[in-house]
């Protein structure tokens, strides 16, 4: 069924309805930027950082989802911006999801985020921004929810025909698996997995016809602009596609999909696609679709989360010692092998997180990564997976970290909804990857860039399945 205004119904006739806003995040020039193993400090603004907000007010529940233009969604800000804006709109906190899209050229916050929460010395310039950080995302949900009115949905998939997303991880002819190969690198034999070339969609108009949101989610890291200047790298142009291609200033969310194995490196070529071409191209494939996407007939929100203990990775104190020496050989900028840098950073939080009296002082070696909430947390990690259901027709299911396309392909064949997007970096990002039980085996970049042990995309994959189970029969007609 398609979305023509002729047969346009209210999707409220039972109370829902719906809200969206959007605020600044944009840090000042100063400020450190994330996304790397080496300090560089923002020298200016390409475009705006943004944070986005929907918010659902059903009948009998409530639910919001913000999504931020930055690398990652600590536990700290999660919680911080969870409880400003449970506290105004009285939605529970276990029902607002944080996530990111993961941009590259966004801010380093997480040290600063500590300090500001302790209540330590700190920059005032530095300060304030933290105080933005929460605050502006918190307000993006608080204004959503206030401008909630009865709206009509619409919901489906595009395809994304033009080819922007690629899995960056090789299987060579010695049985290892390499991240960033092409197929013309010697002892290549094939691409190690899939990619998901679905877009998930949700459309939102007024009941007038007028569009007013987009909910989008597509399976492509973050990482196409580089250099020192703030950017929400491709979602940008996603949303400025769509505002031309609806004559509208229409709000465009757009939720990373699993994509822990996807980039944007065509394996069979040198040129990498920019920023703009693949925010352009998924636009365009956006606005394709929207008016054959199937109305959603009266629905009903319901929530549904559970909190799932990842068990962490051991890390012993001469592995601290050791990563320490890494860390200041590579601060006096001796060469370091990447893979050596990375184990010893994330040997730094798994000791900051595992141990009450920790080996090392995190903050003196480490910024990303940092925690108040998880500091001395044990051998596991508690992550929150959450679904917002609509009716039978569309759940979103929010997982932490960067989880590979498997388990969100795994997550999709298994739904009961006709329409799910699978919604990574939510509410946590310590975690750092969260590969498939099979990855670990290949190694690379990814296994050995996560904090978590093998299993633990799988147990996502369980609660997330499990979940969906339960909202599909609480919104079932017999129930």
Aim: aromatic share 6%; charged share 20%.
């Amino acid at each position: 069924m398609g979305l023509g205004l002729a047969r346009l119904a209210t999707a409220a006739e039972d109370g829902l309805r719906v809200g969206l806003a959007e605020t600044e995040i944009t840090p000042p020039v100063g400020f450190p930027m994330a996304g790397y193993y080496h300090e560089r400090l923002a020298e200016g603004t390409i475009d705006p950082l943004m944070a986005r907000a929907v918010v659902f007010r059903g009948s009998k529940e409530q639910a919001a989802w913000v999504v931020c233009d930055l690398i990652g969604i600590s536990a700290d800000l999660s919680r911080a911006i969870r409880i400003r804006a449970a506290e105004k709109t009285g939605i529970p906190a276990a029902n607002i999801v944080v996530s990111a899209t993961h941009s590259h050229t966004a801010p380093d916050y997480m040290k600063e985020l500590v300090r500001f929460l302790d209540k330590a010395p700190q920059d005032p310039l530095r300060a304030g921004y933290i105080e933005k950080l929460i605050s502006s995302p918190a307000d993006a949900i608080i204004q959503a929810h206030a401008s909630a009115s009865t709206v009509v949905l619409a919901s489906g998939y595009a395809r994304q025909q033009v080819p922007v997303s690629f899995n960056r991880r090789f299987v060579m002819r010695d049985g290892s698996v390499r991240t960033w190969m092409n197929l013309q690198t010697p002892d290549v034999i094939r691409a190690a997995g899939p990619i998901d070339p679905e877009i998930g969609l949700l459309a939102i108009r007024s009941t007038e016809g007028k569009p007013r949101g987009i909910l989008s989610n597509f399976a492509l890291h973050l990482d196409t602009v580089g250099g020192s200047r703030w950017s929400a790298d491709y979602p940008y142009f996603i949303q400025q596609t769509l505002r031309t291609g609806t004559g509208s200033e229409v709000i465009s969310l757009f939720g990373t999909g699993c994509c822990g194995d996807i980039n944007h490196s065509d394996p069979n070529r040198r040129e990498r696609n920019k920023s703009d071409f693949i925010g352009n191209s998924i636009g365009d494939s956006i606005v394709g679709q929207l008016d054959k996407l199937t109305r959603l007939d009266s629905p009903e929100v319901t929530v549904r989360s559970r909190v799932v203990p990842l068990p962490l990775q051991e890390v012993t104190r001469e592995d601290v010692a050791k990563s320490i020496d890494v860390l200041a050989a590579a601060r006096r900028k001796e060469k370091v092998e990447f893979l050596d840098h990375v184990t010893a950073y994330k040997r730094l939080m798994l000791d900051h997180y595992r141990n009450r009296e920790p080996f090392a002082i995190a903050e003196e070696q480490i910024t990303w990564g940092l925690s108040k909430s998880l500091a001395g947390i044990g051998d596991a990690i508690p992550v929150e997976v959450t679904v917002i259901a609509l009716g039978q027709d569309v759940a979103m299911v929010f997982l932490p970290g960067e989880v590979f396309v498997d388990l969100g392909l795994a997550i999709k064949q298994a739904s009961p909804f006709r329409t799910t997007m699978v919604v990574e970096l939510s509410n946590c990002v310590e975690t750092i990857y969260i590969p498939h039980r099979a990855a670990y085996a290949g190694g690379s970049y990814e296994v050995t860039n996560s904090t978590t042990k093998p299993g633990s995309g799988e147990m996502l994959v369980e609660a997330a399945v499990s979940l969906l189970r339960e909202a599909a029969a609480k919104s079932s007609p017999a129930k």
